[in-house]
């Protein structure tokens, strides 16, 4: 364990420690997933020779595995996190309906609301790989569902919601929550509404537009469902966030949401909020071809965080480092509270040597990466730090934090400071998704490491102009520029320690 408190307020932990996951998880906030369950199955062979009838590569088949897909993969998340899940949905009276109801049941989900239908299909999903390459997916799903299991369904809503921290829905487009069982869920919903239990409301739906009326907390649109939203296509890489950032009002309209996080694979998420882009992750890829699942894992991370009241942002931060962990495995997966927290305890040792950080940099460069440097001593990690930190993430594409050691920390903030260590100032920094490197430094200013890694901006929050930094004729010496980020006063280490030491609590939000 680092030697961080666990605060008794999870409202106010900005940072992801090892011991999170644990305390979510002891939380076991009782969570509904409603939607579209599926099994999934991974067969896998060898590829030695093609058929005689055309060409293409027979697959001698040599494991099988089946596992709950869709909202069952997300709900097997939820409970593999530590959540009191419950799953509503329907299966047919099928041997796949059969294998996904069991395997929910032995995860210790409640699956008394997962309907069972004689005339109804179990959507299944079969991927047939070879050599870690999927080849082909065979999908088998009802052409329609039946009127009977969907009113079933509706009818048993209002006993499903109750009780519930939160309620997740996913909805894609198979026709299971269509019908009568939206406006259910709605009335179940909106009986609660302005009452302190209300539950959480997010929604991970292909189309979100029909599900506005429930005035949902959150929804997930990945890339290509926000840009249906939006009835336009969207460009590539960062032009991909700078569009949606441009449209959050008419994402969050067209909604009905408080927030709208778009996920966007391999360059992480985005959350919009009435103020544009509130928070961004960065994810950590993988080279993975048969990995599957990882946005299922991301918002049930997400779910269970909010639900427990882990703050918006790190809950999102949280949901990417668990949608990191699955990446790297193979099949459907899920990450778990152990895993998760295995995950976060390996940036512990984060901060690096400036020898290996020179290194690591020239290998960007090679590949025409832009390096982005800034210096703090990120003491007690707060909200304006995070936002700062995603600031500077945007002016490049990797992100480098050098870190005050202890000695030098206490030379400029005197003594009783710094509250936490080096080690574990590294240890919080390094966890933030937009966090690429952390080193650290002992000298007055930045400027000789500035003169050793040749940062192409140099990146510093405060009320400064690029003319009082002491860093300033080093940046530009090296081809540089010096970028001045948004100063928030009021979210200062010094005033934030000030009112623990005061006793004077958390400031009133607006």
């Known amino acids: ?35 579209d369950v599926i099994l999934d199955g991974w067969w896998n062979g060898s590829i030695e020779r093609l058929c005689r009838e055309a060409p293409a590569p027979v697959v001698d088949i040599r494991t099988r595995e089946s596992v709950p897909g869709g909202a069952a993969n997300t709900a097997m998340n939820l409970a593999a996190l530590g959540a009191r899940v419950s799953v509503a949905g329907i299966i047919g009276a099928d041997d796949a309906g059969e294998r996904l ?17 004689p005339d109804m299909v179990t959507t299944t999903k079969i991927r047939i790989s070879s050599g ?28 499903a919601v109750e009780r519930q921290d939160a ?56 890339a290509q469902e926000a840009a249906r939203l939006l009835d336009r296509k969207l460009p590539e890489g960062q032009g991909r ?36 882009v509130s928070h961004r992750t960065w994810a950590r890829p993988a080279a993975e071809k048969q990995a599957s699942g990882a946005g299922d894992t991301f918002v049930a ?20 480092s668990a949608a990191d962990v699955v990446v790297h495995q193979p099949g459907t997966s899920v990450c778990s509270t152990a895993q998760l927290s295995r995950y976060l305890k390996a940036f512990a040792d984060a901060a690096l040597g400036e020898d290996e950080l020179e290194r690591q940099l020239e290998l960007h460069r090679a590949q025409g990466q832009r390096i982005v440097l800034t210096n703090g001593c990120f003491d007690v990690l707060h909200s304006g730090h995070t936002r700062y930190l995603n600031q500077a993430k945007q002016l490049g594409d990797i992100l480098v934090v050098a870190l005050n050691s202890d000695e030098s920390v206490r030379r ?30 002992d000298t007055p200013t930045a400027v000789p490491l500035i003169r050793r890694l040749r940062p192409e901006v140099y990146a510093k929050g405060g009320d400064y102009t690029p003319g009082m930094l002491a860093e300033t004729p080093a940046v530009e010496e090296c081809g540089g520029r010096v ?3 948004d100063y928030v006063a009021e979210r200062s280490t010094t005033a934030v320690v000030n009112r623990i030491r005061d006793g004077e609590g958390a400031v009133p939000s607006n």
Request: proline share 6%.
């Open 1 to 35: 364990m680092n030697g961080f408190r666990e605060p008794s307020d999870l409202s106010t932990q900005r940072a992801l420690s090892e011991w999170l996951p644990g305390r979510l998880a002891a939380e076991q906030p009782p969570i509904l997933v409603i939607g």
């Open 101 to 117: 109801r069991s395997q929910l049941a032995a995860a210790g989900i409640d699956v008394r609301h997962l309907h069972v239908h």
């Open 132 to 159: 870690g390459q999927v080849m082909l997916r065979l999908d088998d799903s009802a052409r329609t569902v039946p009127d009977d299991a969907i009113a079933a369904l509706a009818a048993s809503v209002r006993a």
């Open 167 to 222: 309620v997740l829905v996913c909805d894609y487009g198979t026709g299971v929550v269509a019908g009568p069982v939206r406006p259910a869920l709605a009335d179940a919903l909106g009986r609660r509404a302005g009452r302190a239990d209300r539950p959480l409301v997010v929604v991970d739906a292909h189309d979100p537009r029909p599900w506005a009326a429930l005035q949902p907390d959150l929804v997930t649109p990945n």
């Open 241 to 276: 966030v700078d569009a949606v950032a441009a449209e959050s009002a008419v994402l969050l309209e067209r909604t009905g949401s408080g927030g709208v996080v778009v996920t966007l694979d391999r360059d992480g998420t985005v959350l919009l909020t009435g103020d544009g």
């Open 301 to 320: 991370a997400l779910t269970l965080a909010r639900a427990a009241g882990l703050p918006l942002t790190a809950s999102l931060d949280l949901a990417q």
């Open 412 to 441: 400029l903030k005197g003594a009783g400071r710094p509250i936490n260590s080096v080690a574990d100032r590294a240890a919080v920094v390094a966890a933030l998704s937009c966090v690429d490197y952390v080193t650290v430094f």
């Open 483 to 485: 970028a001045i980020l």
